[in-house]
């Protein structure tokens, strides 16, 4: 009679202890998904500006995927404009953008490394993949603040 009185104290304090383990749980879990300083859905936009050359940008975060629009107006130079997607891996932005230059759609890969409220676009050797402009090693990007974007109110 006491081994089943001791199985049933054992078994009793066990579930009790589980029961207050998963409540504890379920309010972390709770305090995490509810937590507002986490942007779910964040959208920001940047310019460049050096003298008669400009572009303008558009992010939309989405945990770690990005989406948005880029625009290039370079002096001298043909305009173009599009969108990407890709991800965002650390500070870095990579991402395939599809644009329109001279009639034609063309596609390349873009690198935007993240300092504070700037993008600073990323320049290296590429090579040329199924049509697409790609970096040949995106660890040997130079980001050289040859085109900086600050940050910027939405329009």
């Known amino acids: 009679m006491k081994n089943i009185f001791a199985i049933l104290a054992i078994a ?3 579930s009790c202890q589980g029961g207050t383990a998963k409540k504890t749980q379920a309010k972390i879990d709770s305090a995490i998904v509810n937590d507002a300083t986490v942007p779910q859905n964040a959208v920001a936009c940047y310019q460049y500006i050096k003298n008669r050359d400009t572009a303008a940008l ?3 975060t989405v945990g770690n995927q990005v989406s948005g629009s880029l625009g ?10 599009g969108t990407f ?4 891996k650390g500070d ?3 991402a395939d953008y599809t644009f329109h230059s001279e009639g034609k759609i063309s596609v390349r890969e873009i690198a935007l490394l993240k300092q504070g409220d700037k993008l600073i676009e990323g320049f290296g050797d590429v090579q ?5 402009v ?7 990007l130079k980001f050289d603040n040859s085109m900086v974007f600050s940050k910027i109110d939405c329009k």
């Open 58 to 60: 558009t992010v939309k």
């Open 134 to 140: 790609k970096f040949k090693d995106i660890s040997k």
């Open 85 to 88: 997607n890709g991800l965002v």
């Open 128 to 132: 040329e993949i199924k049509g697409n």
């Open 12 to 14: 009793l304090f066990a």
């Open 92 to 94: 870095t932005l990579i």
């Open 72 to 81: 290039y107006n370079l002096y001298e130079k043909d305009k173009n404009s």
